[in-house]
Structure formats: structure tokens, C-alpha cells
């Protein structure tokens, strides 16, 4: 079975603060991981995914595959970060169907 | 990506009446289409996975005859809840595969008096 936990349902900081929310995953394949935001009045949409090893709107995640965490992390965010983020787990054998964490809000304060 | 929408966007009905969703896929062919379902304060809870031209993949727990999911062409999948009751009250979010990613559509806020 495959499971995604986001521990926090919410974190606020203030602006320019260093940003990480949380996301630890349960797998026993290779998974995908992904970052899903929804923005106030917004459908979902996908942040990144960790294959890209990209950086989105300044948000970067690292796989860690020995903790079996995806984290996500900002250096310095900004108020419009201020969304509902969600961690998403693809297993290898799943035909690209997805596991949702629980979902953290970000507050970020002026 | 791909524009994915939902209609209605939002629908109040009576209890033991039947209510259908539509997901549309606007400018992409869809062969796999996927319902979620979203209650208040929680994460999106996957239903089914929709396949054109065959039946859907129902998740455990989701009763197929109560969720009826037709996906009779590329661009259209419905989900009809059938004698809805008001614990089926809930956000209704489809989303279409495409170039291996999901894009979602705006989701159905269904109310069940």
C-alpha cells in the first residue's frame, strides 16, 4: 500500500522567511513524487515533480529516498506563495494514479 | 496542458435524486480520466479511473453502482450519483492524463439536502 503524510496542516511565516513544508511517503517500489498547489479559488495544480529536479517559483524538492521524504523548500517566501500545498505519490505499477497527502497550508505574513 | 472543466461547478439536490457531473477535456483527447473526492478540510480521496470506451476502475470502498462513470468519448467523462443522500455531499474533482500528468479540473460542489 502506498501512503503520503504531510505532517502539518498548517505553517505560517512571515515574508522573506525560509520556507519547508513537510512530506514523507510510504512505498514499497520506485515511486514518483509530486507538489500540487492550490492557490485561494483555484483548481489544483502540479508545482513540480521530483523526475525534473527542477525549480518552480523558487520552490525545489530533493527525493530522499533513505528517509523517504520529499520535502519542500523555499528559501525566502513570498506572501503570494500563500496556498494549499499537497505532496503526491505515483507508484510504478499504479497506471499514473495518484496518493494525496493530507495537505499543509502556507501562510505567508506580510 | 491540458484545459479540463466541470459542470456544473456547483449543485444542491434533494435527497434520493441523482445528480451528474460532467468532466470535460477541452483541447486534449483523453484516454484516462480520474474522479476524486474531496471532504471538508481533508485531501482528495480517488474514486475511480475512467478509460474511454471500456468500464471504470473503481477504488475499495467506492460503490460502482451508486457512482456511475460513462466515458463514451475522448473528451467527456460524467460521474452520476445516484439516489444521492447527504453524507455524498462532498467536491467532486476530475482530472485528464496527459503526457504523464494529471491536470485537474475545478471541481463540482455537490449538497445533498
Known amino acids: 500500500a502506498q501512503r503520503v503524510t504531510q505532517p502539518e496542516k498548517l505553517l505560517s511565516v512571515f515574508k522573506g522567511a525560509p520556507v519547508e513544508l513537510k512530506c514523507n511517503y510510504s512505498y514499497s517500489g520506485s515511486p514518483e513524487l509530486f507538489w500540487y498547489v492550490q492557490y485561494s479559488r483555484q483548481r489544483l495544480q502540479l508545482l513540480l515533480r521530483h523526475i525534473s529536479r527542477e525549480s518552480i517559483k523558487g520552490f525545489t524538492a530533493d527525493l530522499n529516498k533513505g528517509e523517504t521524504s520529499f520535502h519542500l523548500k523555499k528559501p525566502f517566501a513570498q506572501e503570494e506563495d500563500s496556498a494549499m500545498y499537497y505532496c503526491?505519490?505515483?507508484?510504478?505499477?499504479?497506471?499514473?494514479?495518484?496518493?494525496f497527502g493530507g495537505g499543509t497550508r502556507l501562510m505567508v505574513k506580510p | 496542458g491540458a484545459v479540463v472543466s466541470q459542470h456544473p461547478s456547483r449543485v444542491i439536490c434533494k435527497s434520493g435524486t441523482s445528480v451528474k457531473i460532467e468532466c470535460r477535456s477541452l483541447?486534449?483527447?483523453?484516454?484516462?480520466m480520474f474522479w476524486y473526492r474531496q471532504f471538508p478540510k481533508q485531501s482528495l480521496m480517488l474514486m475511480a479511473t475512467s478509460n474511454e470506451g471500456s468500464k471504470a476502475t473503481y477504488e475499495q470502498g467506492v460503490e460502482k453502482d451508486k457512482f456511475l462513470i460513462n466515458h463514451a468519448s475522448l473528451t467527456l467523462s460524467t460521474l452520476t450519483v445516484t439516489s444521492a443522500h447527504p453524507e455524498d455531499s462532498s467536491f467532486y474533482i476530475c482530472?485528464?492524463?496527459?503526457?504523464?500528468?494529471?491536470?485537474f479540473g475545478p471541481g463540482t460542489r455537490l449538497t445533498v439536502l
Open positions: 482530472s485528464v492524463l496527459g503526457h504523464n500528468e494529471q491536470f
Open positions: 503526491a505519490l505515483s507508484g510504478n505499477n499504479a497506471g499514473n494514479m495518484l496518493t
Open positions: 483541447d486534449f483527447q483523453a484516454t484516462t
